[in-house]
């Protein structure tokens, strides 16, 4: 189940609410626990075992670790046997194939594939377990002592199966006391239906001209970037579309996750990007992977090993494919490059070079993401580059008229428009005429997004398959 879907907007989620507005708050983490499982369940019946399996064992670890705090010795055996126990998991279902594949590859063998499912959001949740019993060794969280209080904060469903990454620290004391109020409830469930609107009126329209020109044999130089760039809109819309659903189901539900994107195509720099995007991934890395190896406090070669090793398991991370390691091994290069070569070059340019030099290695970047197949990819890229196919030919005309109104749309909200609105309504003048505006305005867009949820059956979710 997604939550732009039908089943989840006007059955599921509108019955959890009542039921979970109606009891008593002692029981909500119940009422919350047992919808996240169902709907974990919807998707994947046999791997919430594997989901429930993960918890037991970092519960366990957690206790063990506060137990023998004193004990370094015997502290840090149950944290590397967290670390193992997560790492193995994620690691047999989601890269077991594509390390056959490499070796059949490299030693010419036809060793059998396991094709196993990838269970969805694993990539999340071992992250989210692991981070708590790493806080725990640390002393910067207490464990937790109830068992289901730690098996709601693991599988609460409005961050379970795309983030953003919640450590534990973040909602320990929401879990026992929060607020669920009118205003954190109307002020998430604007922030839902912002995050819906970017989800299927955008996303999903830029997705299916980037599914069309990604396919299509009359290729031409500008369609190539025609594509790309649609498949850039894509990915941010659809994301960070479904991290302010999250973030707003969190409000209404008294929960305060914290932000996963800041408007990354505004961005001056590629250390900028990264600091705008996936904010939950990248300060996971930063401070469980960057910071343990030594940051930045080392010598110069050792940070740039610290560097590239972070950003190609952030590249495998999203993916068992080669162009997910290329894509990490890009932006480590980029990032080492922009660290003690290129700053303060980029420092002295203007605004707007900045932000043509970010967007244009972005855009790459986003080519090198989007095929698992290297060979399309680099058929793809000749395209882009003009070494394949006519500049301009009549499908780029005809695909470019018509999205051209959405590519517009596209842009003006990859910008900070919404802030701006914001601190307008924030203005007393005229509160309730304001108010009216925005409540007519969300309606229309509701109507309109639930037609197309009705008539179109192109809802894709690029996150998922992480």
Avoid at 174 to 187: A, G, T
């Amino acid at each position: 189940m997604i939550f732009s879907s039908i089943p989840f907007l006007f059955f599921f989620f509108p019955f959890f609410l009542l039921l979970y507005y109606l009891v008593p708050f002692k029981y909500k983490n119940i009422i919350l626990l047992i919808f996240s499982l169902i709907f974990y369940a919807w998707g994947e019946p046999i791997y919430i075992l594997l989901m429930i399996f993960s918890s037991v064992v970092d519960y366990f670890n957690g206790l063990m670790i506060e137990k023998h705090k004193d004990n370094k010795k015997l502290k840090k055996i149950f944290l590397v046997l967290s670390i193992i126990v997560n790492l193995s998991l994620l690691g047999f279902f989601k890269y077991a194939d594509f390390l056959i594949n490499s070796i059949n590859n490299i030693f010419n063998l036809s060793i059998p594939l396991l094709k196993l499912g990838l269970p969805i959001g694993i990539s999340f949740f071992t992250f989210q377990t692991m981070s708590y019993s790493i806080d725990v060794y640390r002393g910067e969280v207490k464990a937790e002592k109830n068992f289901f209080t730690f098996m709601t904060y693991v599988s609460m469903f409005p961050q379970l199966i795309a983030g953003p990454i919640v450590r534990y620290e973040t909602v320990s004391r929401e879990l026992y006391e929060r607020k669920i109020n009118f205003s954190n409830f109307s002020n998430g469930l604007l922030r839902f239906m912002r995050g819906l609107f970017k989800k299927v009126i955008i996303a999903n329209n830029v997705g299916y001209l980037w599914s069309v020109m990604s396919t299509n044999p009359n290729m031409s130089v500008l369609g190539a970037w025609l594509g790309i760039i649609a498949f850039t809109f894509q990915i941010y819309f659809d994301f960070s579309g479904y991290s302010d659903m999250a973030i707003g189901m969190g409000k209404m539900l008294g929960f305060n996750y914290l932000e996963n994107f800041n408007y990354p195509y505004i961005a001056s720099s590629i250390t900028d990007f990264w600091r705008r995007w996936h904010i939950s991934l990248s300060t996971w890395f930063r401070d469980y992977v960057y910071i343990p190896l030594g940051g930045s406090r080392v010598k110069t070669i050792i940070n740039i090993r610290n560097i590239l090793i972070v950003w190609m398991l952030t590249g495998l991370w999203h993916g068992a494919s080669w162009n997910f390691v290329l894509w990490g091994a890009y932006y480590g290069i980029l990032l080492i490059l922009e660290k003690f070569v290129l700053k303060k070059w980029i420092d002295k340019l203007p605004k707007a070079c900045k932000h043509i030099y970010t967007l244009i290695l972005v855009i790459i970047g986003w080519l090198i993401f989007a095929f698992e197949d290297m060979h399309l990819l680099s058929e793809y890229a000749k395209t882009m580059f003009g070494l394949n196919g006519k500049f301009i030919n009549s499908t780029f005309i005809y695909y470019f008229s018509n999205y051209f109104i959405i590519l517009v749309i596209a842009t003006i909200f990859s910008m900070p428009v919404y802030k701006k609105i914001e601190n307008i309504l924030k203005n007393k003048k005229y509160v309730w005429i304001k108010f009216s505006i925005v409540l007519v305005v969300y309606l229309v867009l509701l109507i309109i997004t639930t037609a197309y949820l009705v008539s179109d059956t192109y809802n894709p979710f690029l996150y998922f398959r992480f």
